[in-house]
Every structure is written in structure tokens, then in C-alpha cells.
């Protein structure tokens, strides 16, 4: 309902409370909101359609007079009746009973307020994990299409793994990682987050254990939940995730395997070592836990490579492998893939077939060409400059304004620093202060429940002039609110 894109014509001879009245009661009478909605707030619903808190509240008198909603203290304001509800002898469907009792649990609160104001073209995005539009390829992308090859172009299904041509394309691919990957142990996906949907409803039961590190992407999305998984951290330091406690933590809660990101971590960008690596995948082996491996941000390294995928080592099976073109070519493709044992990816294909029967093939042909092209090593190699060149106007920008009140480390790639403030703020209020004042920012408590004190910035979206500008205004922020 906040997303409304109508708005009451200022100039029309129709008073605007009746425009706005008007318009709420079709939407009821419409079905669009069923009884039991809720209606935003006066000073919400003001804000919405531009017009000032007395017009709402004339607008609102109007449909409560003609029954169609109610208001409760405690409550707020409710759809309680349509014409057909008040005409029909038996009550409608109660559509809001059936949304709370769906299976998929709803984005918490504050991911809900990230995701409507990154539709905001105003507000400067200093937590946004995804490239800039200015970095992605679109010029390229367009001559790329226009290039004659021997691969032709179906519109049509792909088989249940994905498109061939594109699987054997990144077989190649994964070469250069030290992976070798024959195209049937390869599945197509769509995206990173499909991947760990397909692990979580088709390879787990419920009441399984998950371990990863804490905090955890995985605590920001609800897939593995949803699917009544519980989950388990553990924490990490500047090596990656700490490995001593892996025997101890499946003994005691039964974990069925560990979800990890071990190059440029998210939320934190750490970099596990070559050391911690080794220590872990040992553990892992030894208590029979299976490992999922996402390298989603694998390719963004700076002045060196990172080391191997676990994967590129994997003899035993024991590595679920991920990768993306999410946040490297285009976040829109929504194209990636898992790498793992043929019938675990035959499992997953088939339950993938069930979900979307396949992928976009146009989707997978242009990644296919991409990688094929030879141009994706050339892009790649310009993006990993400009958000080298970012990441480093970030770091002086941090010395410069926040030296006093934070701590950070550098990532060698990736994405994200991972702030964590030394002057007692709440994360989650100076959130919601921020974001009053057209700043964007990834608290915290999206990645671990429990912590109030760091926030996840992100040099890969704001411009240089965005970043400058959200930043020192997110100090001076921070400034205020110690002091009140």
C-alpha cells in the first residue's frame, strides 16, 4: 500500500479529500485491499498523496460514515467492510488471516524499510550490496547482442539443469579457479538465493541445524528458516570463521552443514586465509559435514587473487559450490549456479523444475556470450579498478571523519567495511534517524540479531560524490546522537 503511485489531481475541480476518498474506496470495493488491511497512518498517508493532515482526516471521516473502515486504539485504522461484503449473506475470504499464516516467513521489519527505500531515487545508498548503474556493462551489453556467433539463440525451455552450451561455457570458466567441474555436476540458477532455496527444500528436513558464520548474510534472508531450519553461528575473526568448535556445535545441535563465504565476507569483506581454509575444510571432513561454499564475490579481488575454492580441492564431494553473475556482470540476469556431486545437482534440478522450470534462456545466452567473448575478463578487470578507487575513498574518507568514533579494517575486495562504531549509539535508532534524512544504511542487527553496534558500508553503489557526502553526514549524525 505505500508504494501507491497515484496522486490527487491539484488543479481538478474535485476537492482533494473527495480525489483521495474516492480513490480508497475502490481499491476496497475492488478487492485490491480485502477486509482486515490495515490503513497507513494519517501522517503516512499525508506524506503518500502530498497533501496536508487535515485532508486525510476529512478524506477518512468520509469512509468511516459510509462503514468501509474502522479505528481502534491500539489498533490503528482497518478495512472492515465492501459493498458486496455488506449485501452478501455469508462473510468474504479473510485474505489477511491466510498472509499471516503462510509458510514463508516475512522479511523482518527493517529489511522490509531497506527494500521500499532503495526505490527511492533520492536517498543516498551507503549499505547497498550490488554495483552501481553506472558501472554496469549496458553499452557493452548491447554490442554483445548484436555480435554473430555460432551460438544460436532459443527462446524456448532449457533442459532442467540449464542451457548446455552455457553449462560446458562455465565449466571452462571454473578452470580458472582450479575447479573442474564436468557441465553435468553443474545446475543453473537463478541467482545465489535460488541456489540456497533449492538446497533448503531439497536436500534438508526440517529441524536440520545450519552453522555459518556469525553475522551472516543468512540471517538477512529467510530461506532456510522458512523451510524450518534453524540456524547456528559461529563467530569469525579477521581469518574467516573459527573452526575449534565445529565438532562440539554438531554434537550437541545434530548441524547438517555449514553455509560459509569465504572470499570478501558478507556482511564484514573479510578474506579467510589460505590457513583458516584448510583448518576448517579439515574439520568438516572429519565430522562428515557437508559444505556450502558461496563465491558469489570470488572474482572482485584487488591487488591479489584470492585463494583457491574449497571446491577447486573437493575429492570427496563435500562442497557445495556457488557462484553468481549477481554481483559482477548484472544483478538483473539473475543468473548463477552450483556446482556439486550429479546426483545431488539432478536432485535440485528436478525440484528446480517444479519451481520455474528453468531459468531465462535469453538470460543464460547472454551470459554464455559474455563469458565466451572474452569480454567479461576485460569488464571485470576495469570494475575491480573503480571499486578499488572506491574502497579507498571510503578508507580516507573514514580516517578523515570517523577515526574518533569507529573501527574498521580494509578489505582486499568485495564489497563491504565493516564499521563498528565506539560511541555507544544504537545502530538500529541511528537507522531510522538516517533514513529520515535521506541515507540508506545496513545495520547490524540484519546480520546478527544481537548486534547494535556495527553497520555494513558499501563502496560499490554510491557515487564518489553520494559516498562523501552520506558519509559526513552519517558522522555528524553519530556526534549528535552520543551526545543526546
Given at each position: ?17 473527495q ?39 476529512t ?12 479505528s ?7 478495512v ?14 479473510d ?21 521500499k ?9 551507503l549499505g ?22 555460432e ?7 532449457m ?11 562455465v565449466?571452462?570458466y ?26 533448503s ?10 552453522l ?18 534453524n ?7 579477521k581469518?574467516?570463521i ?6 562440539r ?9 555449514l553455509?560459509?563465504i ?21 574439520a ?11 563465491d ?18 573437493d ?19 539473475r ?65 578523515k571523519?570517523f ?82
Amino acid at each position: 500500500m505505500s508504494d501507491v503511485a497515484w496522486k490527487p489531481q491539484k488543479n481538478s475541480s474535485i476537492p482533494l479529500h473527495q480525489q483521495i476518498s474516492d480513490f480508497m474506496k475502490n481499491k476496497i470495493m475492488n478487492g485490491e485491499w480485502t477486509i482486515g488491511t490495515k490503513i497507513p497512518s494519517q501522517r503516512d498517508l499525508a506524506k503518500l498523496f502530498q497533501v496536508n493532515r487535515s485532508t486525510i482526516i476529512t478524506a477518512l471521516e468520509e469512509l468511516v460514515a459510509d462503514g468501509l473502515i474502522e479505528s481502534k486504539v491500539g489498533n490503528g485504522t482497518r478495512v472492515i467492510n465492501n459493498t458486496w461484503s455488506l449485501l452478501a449473506s455469508t462473510p468474504p475470504a479473510d485474505w489477511i488471516s491466510y498472509v499471516k499464516s503462510g509458510i514463508h516467513k516475512p522479511n523482518i521489519t527493517i529489511i522490509q524499510k531497506i527494500n521500499k527505500a532503495e526505490a527511492d531515487p533520492n536517498i543516498i545508498r551507503l549499505g547497498t550490496g550490488e554495483l552501481s548503474p553506472d558501472l554496469l556493462p549496458n553499452s557493452r551489453m548491447e554490442q554483445l547482442l548484436q555480435i554473430d556467433n555460432e551460438k544460436s539463440l532459443s527462446l524456448g525451455y532449457m533442459e532442467p539443469k540449464g542451457s548446455l552450451s552455457l553449462r560446458k561455457t562455465v565449466s571452462t570458466y571454473l578452470k580458472t579457479k582450479g575447479i573442474n567441474a564436468s557441465p553435468e555436476s553443474i545446475l543453473i540458477v537463478s541467482g545465489g538465493l535460488q541456489a540456497l532455496q533449492l538446497i533448503s527444500i531439497g536436500l534438508l528436513k526440517r529441524g536440520s541445524t545450519i552453522l555459518h558464520e556469525t553475522p551472516s548474510y543468512l540471517n538477512s534472508v529467510h530461506v532456510f528458516q522458512s523451510a524450518g531450519m534453524n540456524l547456528m553461528g559461529i563467530p569469525l575473526d579477521k581469518e574467516g570463521i573459527k573452526s575449534d568448535s565445529i565438532g562440539r556445535m554438531k554434537r550437541q545441535h545434530n548441524a547438517t552443514l555449514l553455509y560459509t563465504i569465504p572470499s570478501f565476507h558478507n556482511p564484514t569483506g573479510t578474506l579467510m586465509s589460505e590457513k583458516r581454509r584448510l583448518k576448517l575444510i579439515e574439520a568438516c571432513q572429519r565430522e562428515s559435514i557437508p559444505i556450502i561454499e558461496d563465491d558469489v564475490y570470488g572474482d572482485l579481488w584487488f591487488e591479489t587473487p584470492s585463494p583457491n575454492p574449497w571446491k577447486a580441492n573437493d575429492a570427496q564431494g563435500n562442497v557445495l559450490y556457488i557462484g553468481s553473475m549477481s554481483k559482477t556482470l548484472s544483478p538483473g540476469l539473475r543468473i548463477g549456479w552450483i556446482v556439486g556431486p550429479e546426483p545431488v545437482m539432478d536432485r535440485l534440478a528436478d525440484i528446480k523444475m517444479q519451481i520455474d522450470y528453468g531459468s531465462s534462456s535469453l538470460s543464460q545466452y547472454v551470459v554464455d556470450k559474455w563469458l565466451c567473448s572474452g569480454m567479461y575478463e576485460d569488464y571485470l578487470k576495469e570494475t575491480k579498478e573503480e571499486l578499488l578507487f572506491r574502497r579507498d575513498f571510503t578508507i580516507q574518507m573514514l580516517k578523515k571523519y570517523f577515526s574518533e568514533i569507529a573501527t574498521w579494517s580494509t578489505p582486499k575486495g568485495g564489497f563491504y567495511i565493516w564499521l563498528q562504531l565506539l560511541t555507544g549509539v544504537s545502530t538500529r535508532k541511528l537507522f531510522d534517524v538516517a533514513l529520515r534524512e535521506g541515507i540508506l544504511l545496513n545495520p547490524g542487527s540484519v546480520y546478527d540479531n544481537n548486534d547494535d553496534q556495527h553497520l555494513r558500508i558499501s563502496y560499490s553503489y554510491a557515487s564518489i560524490e553520494q559516498l562523501e557526502k552520506g558519509l559526513i553526514y552519517l558522522a555528524q549524525l553519530i556526534k549528535n546522537l552520543s551526545i543526546n
